[in-house]
């Protein structure tokens, strides 16, 4: 059974900064891809960032230049940081794993983060 552990969600101000750590409970993690996604109330769910087994990165154009993923093999552990962050990035952020050679995804529960002032 694999689970998906987000953490590192909150309330901040326009032009903080927050990183959320995601802990996956999966055995030879470095193999699996990984993704943050987020929905906003009203608005479906989205790619915000996706890192691959190796550390290739892909970000959402409207996330790029603030938000970095990256990703801890050791430690079971993918993270977010979010810089500038601003009142649309508002949002459930939800960790999501896939596995390399295909089959289920599996996502965690998810964590608020909410900019405002």
């Known amino acids: 059974q694999v689970q998906l552990v987000e953490s590192g969600g909150g309330l901040v101000q326009p032009g903080g900064s927050l990183r959320l750590s995601c802990a996956a409970s999966v055995s030879r993690f470095s193999i699996w891809k990984m993704s943050w996604y987020r929905q906003a109330p009203g608005k479906q769910r989205e790619l915000v960032a996706f890192?691959?087994?190796?550390?290739?990165?892909n970000y959402a154009d409207f996330v790029k230049g603030r938000f970095t993923i990256s990703r801890d093999n050791a430690k079971n552990t993918v993270y977010l940081q979010m810089n500038s962050l601003k009142s649309e990035d508002t949002a459930v952020y939800y960790c999501?794993?896939?596995?390399?050679?295909?089959?289920?995804?599996?996502w965690g529960e998810g964590t608020l983060v909410t900019v405002s002032s």
């Open positions: 890192i691959s087994p190796g550390g290739s990165t």
């Open positions: 999501n794993a896939a596995p390399l050679f295909g089959g289920m995804n599996y």
